[in-house]
């Protein structure tokens, strides 16, 4: 492999590890340094890293260098950086909100449903818009070199972009179609399991915050012991919410939930978690059902105490 293709891969993997460096950089000045312009001015540098592998990608191809697998590549590569970087962005900065700068916790995509299947075609739709881009610029460097012979072998990329889109909606939209009740049956086990035992640790470490990042906007919480607390059984809204449980919170000095077992109605929608409740050395059964929009999100949410202790 000539030395100038090596230095092509080499700069392509570079261009990568500098956009997760650069934007780890800009995200670190938004939360811990609180320099939100440096922040924003290092965000908006990103694109000059496509920018940069493009111009030496054309002046290589310009200098009499014959075009290449890897001059396809970072063709691709650009394509694929703009039509997924803004992605990409949102999914490192939920991350880094969460963890750094006590954040919501990060909200996952769509697993089950139509909306998982909405969730793929929007990023099949992602994938079209790379390959165009490639094409394009494929395109554009045959006709910035003018050597005919000499980019010939570019031309294989616009097979490779149009077999990137059909692999894509294969793997992709086709797949999340065809076991759509397969994911929805799922989720009365793993999936299930998982939210219940995330829903626990949230509540053990008092996250109000973690827990309340899959509720949605205007969730309705029922409760009896909220009649205690706010003079209502029935709360409306997040905000709302957010408000009974720190203030419930503040009146609790030991707390620790322990999942038995958890149901899920995938006709419904509707998830119960049946559970130990540990609060201040006093210890019942208790049973709080959810349930989900389309999205994954909680809409509505019921809590039925149990009568007797657990001993």
């Not at 650009?78 to 970087?85: H, K, R």
Request: hydrophobic fraction near 50%; glycine fraction near 8%.
């Amino acid at each position: 492999m000539p030395d100038h293709n090596i230095l092509l891969y080499i700069l392509i993997v570079g261009c990568e590890a500098a956009f997760w460096l650069v934007l780890a950089l800009a995200l670190a000045a938004r939360y811990l340094l609180k320099r939100e312009r440096l922040s924003r001015g290092l965000l908006y540098s990103l694109p000059i890293i496509d920018l940069l592998l493009l111009v030496f990608t054309a002046v290589d191809l310009k200098s009499g260098t014959p075009g290449t697998h890897a001059h396809g590549l970072a063709t691709a590569y650009v394509g694929f950086t703009v039509a997924f970087g803004g992605i990409a962005v949102r999914w490192a900065d939920q991350r880094f909100a969460h963890y750094f700068a006590g954040g919501p916790a990060p909200v996952k995509p769509p697993a089950i449903g139509w909306a998982a299947v909405r969730y793929e075609f929007a990023l099949w739709g992602r994938c079209i818009v790379a390959a165009i881009i490639t094409v394009a610029l494929i395109a554009a460097l045959i006709a910035f070199v003018g050597n005919p012979a000499a980019t010939e072998p570019l031309k294989e990329w616009y097979r490779f972009a149009s077999g990137f889109v059909i692999l894509w909606f294969v793997f992709g939209p086709a797949w999340s179609m065809v076991f759509f009740n397969r994911g929805s049956n799922a989720m009365a086990s793993d999936k299930a399991r998982a939210f219940a035992d995330e829903w626990a640790v949230a509540w053990n470490a008092r996250d109000i915050e973690r827990v309340l990042a899959h509720f949605s906007d205007d969730i309705r919480f029922t409760s009896p012991t909220a009649q205690a607390v706010v003079g209502t059984p029935v709360v409306q809204g997040k905000a709302a919410l957010r408000a009974y449980w720190t203030q419930a919170m503040s009146r609790i000095g030991s707390l620790r939930f322990t999942r038995q077992r958890v149901v899920w109605d995938a006709d419904a929608r509707e998830l119960a978690i049946i559970y130990s409740s540990d609060i201040d050395g006093r210890t019942r059964s208790v049973s709080e059902n959810l349930v989900f929009d389309e999205n994954g999100v909680v809409v509505s949410t019921e809590v039925f105490h149990g009568v007797t202790e657990v001993q």
